[in-house]
């Protein structure tokens, strides 16, 4: 008899780390895994309506963490880190442009994706807000202008394979995206785009959590294997930090 697929809610951001290391563990273990991907805040949601979740890996600490306080999820570890990266439209107008010179031109439309639904967002408005604080005016300016595009509830969908950044480039709906750094190898090899780097006393920290809300052994063997060497792997060679490394 084949045992009910555990269900793994992840981030949107984890599909290429999280698709090859669910197919390692279901092929070591035999235990069957529904990985399910989407914006954080709204998986969140959807396990506070009840939808079944053994294994909650979300973009921030945040939503895990309200989880844990209201007796859904056993327990909480950090299992990931990355950053912010700004992908820019290559043109002749612009490749001199620094990311700060960048997202401080106007005639360039911004997109990023959606506070409150999708961490990524969260963690760009911090960014400008650290902006607003060394320049005051320039932040609120910069996030007056942003366009949240994806990861919202009404959102636009990204076609499956594509970088959202990327996509909505070339699609014409932005000049501009912020989004998560670990994304950059992909991107550098278009030859259209420019990927940025956010420099680190600007650049927002992402702490990835992972929230196991089964107490059955299948789902601590789900959350171990993650947390673990192997899973550990998956994740850097999809482009992301070490937990502690973050910064």
Same mark, same amino acid.
């Given at each position: 008899m084949m045992s009910t697929p555990l269900t793994l809610l992840a981030a949107g951001s984890l599909r290429s780390a999280f698709l090859p290391l669910v197919a390692h563990? &279901? #092929?070591? =273990? *035999?235990l069957a895994v529904d990985a399910q991907f989407g914006p954080a805040g709204l998986l969140r949601e959807r396990i506070e309506a009840g939808a079944p979740c053994a294994v909650f890996a979300s973009a921030n600490a945040a939503h895990p963490q309200a989880l844990l306080q209201v007796g859904l999820a056993q327990e909480c570890q950090g299992f990931a880190g990355? #950053?912010?990266?700004?992908?820019a439209r290559r043109s002749p107008d612009n490749d001199g442009l620094d990311w700060l010179a960048l997202l401080s031109t106007p005639r360039l439309q911004l997109a990023t994706s959606t506070p409150g639904c999708d961490p990524s967002g969260d963690y760009t408005w911090q960014l400008f807000a650290r902006i607003e604080a060394h320049y005051p005016g320039l932040g609120n300016a910069i996030a007056g202008? $942003? &366009? @949240?595009?994806? !990861? !919202?509830?009404?959102?636009?969908?990204?076609? @499956? *394979?594509?970088? +959202? !950044? $990327?996509?909505?480039?070339?699609?014409?709906? +932005?000049?501009?995206?912020? *989004?998560?750094?670990?994304?950059? @190898? +992909?991107?550098?090899?278009?030859?259209?785009?420019? =990927?940025?780097?956010?420099?680190? @006393?600007?650049?927002?920290?992402?702490?990835?959590?992972? +929230?196991?809300?089964?107490?059955?052994p299948a789902a601590l063997a789900l959350y171990r294997f993650i947390l673990g060497d192997v899973g550990q792997r998956y994740l850097r060679q999809a482009g992301f930090m070490p937990f502690s490394d973050a910064e």
């Open positions: 563990f &279901q #092929q070591h =273990t *035999g990355n #950053q912010l990266m700004l992908t202008r $942003a &366009q @949240p595009r994806v !990861g !919202g509830r009404d959102s636009l969908s990204v076609p @499956p *394979g594509e970088i +959202a !950044g $990327a996509w909505l480039i070339r699609q014409n709906l +932005a000049d501009l995206f912020i *989004g998560y750094a670990h994304y950059g @190898p +992909a991107l550098a090899a278009c030859d259209d785009l420019r =990927t940025l780097t956010i420099p680190a @006393p600007w650049n927002i920290r992402c702490d990835y959590q992972l +929230a196991r809300l089964r107490a059955d």
